[in-house]
């Protein structure tokens, strides 16, 4: 394969981890505080959440062995941190496959009628029955996904285009959401599980691996960006959690077909991608039977959807802020160790910025305080 090819196959890879479900919540949260503030966020978080995707990648190019992030938290943080770090990734998991179950009910009850309850539990049926047999094209259908995105990003973007000067920039902003829409930016930009993949990919060719995160993290930014702002000028402030079900209202029956097939795929694939990877860790890594693992993974958000917590906004925001905070704090003090006690020299280093690491850090147990009294409350 060329040394081209790779690249863009890298590249693909952590823009089709990272363009996911989340994709669908950012408008309505942007929507909530205000398109400026929420534009900033976009920005802020993107860049955030880039230096940390660099952090990792350049953590394990100073490591001779191959290590994914728990490995490397527990070589550098110390032995038991592994844990803490396989808990948020498990607890994260869960709220992703609960907020996936949510949408898809939500997608489909806009596209077929009825109870999207109902819908949400068919779909889990089906999906847990293709979980328990495994998945090895899961991770084809997330390349050909990205393309998907672009296309009906590009669509939707060109049929609104006419709207975009009716966006309000500063005239309706309200900073009561404003960590909600944190939470859910942050769980829309994670991608740190496919450094590794994008680390194998180009192992030939390590010198592009930064080139590889950084182009990806742009990527999904300007995605991001274009899609927000489309949709928020397009539904004229009706504003739907999951964002393609309030496109129909505007754009007409073409929109609700196109853009909700989209939400489906991608909410669907996401579902199985993160199912089968929590699996993963339940049957690799803490050595759970296959049967129980599968079970674990199946059951629990499901158990979580029959209580009634079904707010797909709200779960995205916790999700990120607990999951994406805790997994952040543990990359970041993890690399600063990995600075001085890595086994080799890697193929790039970012400067060391004490005030960078210390923002991060700051950023991230703020969220996480946040989310716990959110729940708490």
Avoid at 177 to 186: A, D, E, P
């Amino acid at each position: 394969m060329s040394k081209s090819l790779n690249f863009w196959e890298a590249v693909a890879t952590l823009v089709g981890t990272i363009i996911g479900a989340g994709i669908l919540g950012i408008p309505f949260a942007v929507h909530k505080v205000g398109f400026g503030v929420g534009l900033f966020f976009l920005f802020i978080l993107g860049i955030a959440v880039m230096f940390v995707h660099l952090m990792v990648g350049e953590m394990m190019l100073r490591n001779k062995e191959d290590h994914q992030i728990a490995g490397c938290v527990k070589k550098y943080v110390g032995h038991g941190w592994q844990y803490v770090e396989y808990l948020a990734m498990i607890v994260g998991n869960y709220g992703a496959l609960l907020a996936y179950i949510i949408g898809i009910g939500a997608v489909l009850a806009a596209l077929w009628g009825g109870d999207a309850m109902w819908h949400s539990i068919i779909f889990w049926l089906v999906g847990a029955i293709v979980l328990y047999f495994g998945l090895k094209w899961v991770k084809v259908i997330e390349l050909i996904m990205v393309l998907g995105v672009f296309a009906v990003v590009l669509i939707i973007s060109g049929a609104g285009a006419s709207s975009l000067s009716q966006i309000s920039w500063f005239n309706d902003i309200d900073f009561h959401n404003i960590l909600l829409l944190y939470g859910v930016v942050l769980f829309a930009y994670a991608g740190t599980g496919a450094i590794f993949s994008v680390k194998r990919i180009l192992n030939e060719e390590r010198r592009l691996i930064k080139k590889a995160i950084v182009y990806a993290g742009l990527i999904a930014m300007v995605v991001y960006v274009l899609f927000t702002a489309t949709v928020l000028a397009v539904c004229n402030g009706n504003v739907t959690q999951v964002a393609t079900v309030g496109l129909g209202s505007t754009l007409g029956k073409w929109a609700i077909i196109a853009g909700n097939l989209f939400a489906f795929f991608t909410l669907s694939t996401s579902f199985l991608s993160v199912g089968l990877g929590l699996k993963q860790i339940f049957e690799y890594d803490i050595k759970i039977n296959r049967k129980t693992a599968w079970l674990l993974v199946a059951i629990v958000p499901f158990l979580l959807f029959l209580s009634g917590i079904r707010d797909f906004i709200t779960i995205l925001g916790i999700v990120g802020s607990l999951s994406f905070g805790a997994s952040g704090i543990l990359i970041v003090t993890a690399y600063r160790r990995a600075k001085k006690l890595g086994d080799q020299r890697p193929v790039y280093a970012l400067s060391r910025s004490a005030l960078m690491e210390i923002s991060l850090l700051i950023m991230f147990s703020a969220g996480i305080v946040y989310a716990i009294w959110d729940m708490v409350r």
